[in-house]
């Protein structure tokens, strides 16, 4: 058996900038535009909310740099995805406000892009992805690195960011080529939720688990170093199961669904997981 998980299910904006962002939850327009770019955040979070698309901020204080949002072709990639988007690049003081926003912890208390999820009701309002920009241990952006978001499956800020970390892996793994399952994911969660809780890596429970999911299925397992964010652990997790053959087929080869998710326990370390099905 194969194993390792992780810790923040989504992140919220605090009070004083999320108003903009989860004051509005009408049912979405049907002739909104694909892409929009609106550079006012007030203004791109209330168009976000109201034609249920997904809101790319991408916080930048200097603002004499060129945007990762003016990249060619970005807007064509995003739209290939088939949801709306709103693209957004505050002004410095705003982006100075979000940048220090506790609810923004992941940009690394600098420059980064987030994006708000307005498209899916499980997770309308939430913080799904977040890329800081400033370098990590492990993980550094790149802005191709925005390519990735549109075709990431809906889910939670820590199921993105493990799915991201797969996919940014340079032997480019196959796992997520498939189906995100819903039950798979749920299974992830918990699994990953539970090693968290108990700080200790491993199968726990597996065999009863594997039953739930029909016995044709793989798991895998890592943890992260100890007080890491959430991008260097999920690409740490990632390169972790690199080590390993048994791991690395699971993990690179090509499954009908996959899940994967990642939770930080109370020791500091996170905790990841991966379920498939062939």
């Known amino acids: 058996m194969l194993l390792r998980v992780l810790g923040v299910a989504c992140l919220l904006l605090s009070p004083a900038l999320a108003t903009a962002t989860t004051s509005l939850r009408s049912t979405p327009t049907q002739t ?7 550079d006012d955040y007030a203004a791109a979070s209330t168009a976000a909310a109201a034609d249920g ?14 945007s990762p949002l003016d990249l060619p072709g970005l807007e064509e990639r995003l739209l290939a995805g088939g949801t709306p988007w709103v693209l957004c690049r505050p002004d410095g003081a705003t982006a100075a406000r979000l940048g220090g926003d506790p609810g923004l912890v992941e940009l690394r208390g ?6 708000v999820d307005h498209a899916h009701d499980a997770w309308r309002g939430r913080v ?4 800081p920009r400033t370098p990590g241990k492990y993980y550094r952006f790149e802005p191709h690195h925005l390519d990735q ?11 993105r960011s493990m799915v991201l970390a797969v996919r940014l892996h340079p032997e480019q793994p196959q796992s997520t080529s498939g189906s995100c399952d819903p039950l798979l994911c749920a299974e992830a969660e918990g699994h990953s939720a539970h090693q968290a809780r108990i700080r200790r890596q ?5 065999e009863t688990r594997s039953q739930r999911l029909g016995g044709a299925a793989a798991e895998v397992c890592a943890q992260s170093w100890e007080h890491q964010d959430l991008m260097d652990s999920c690409v740490d997790c990632v390169a972790s199961w690199r080590q390993s053959p048994g791991h690395w087929r699971a993990v690179g080869g090509r499954h009908s669904a996959y899940s994967y998710d990642i939770r930080r ?3 500091g370390i996170w905790y990841a997981t991966g379920v498939f099905r062939d």
């Open 32 to 38: 909104a535009a694909p892409v929009q770019r609106i």
């Open 53 to 66: 698309a997904m809101l790319l901020v991408s916080v930048e204080r200097d603002q004499g740099n060129p």
């Open 110 to 115: 600098g420059d980064g892009v987030f994006v």
């Open 128 to 131: 799904v992805s977040v890329l």
């Open 149 to 159: 978001l549109a075709t990431l499956p809906e889910g939670s800020l820590t199921q």
């Open 202 to 206: 491993g199968h726990h429970g597996w």
């Open 265 to 267: 326990g109370g020791d």
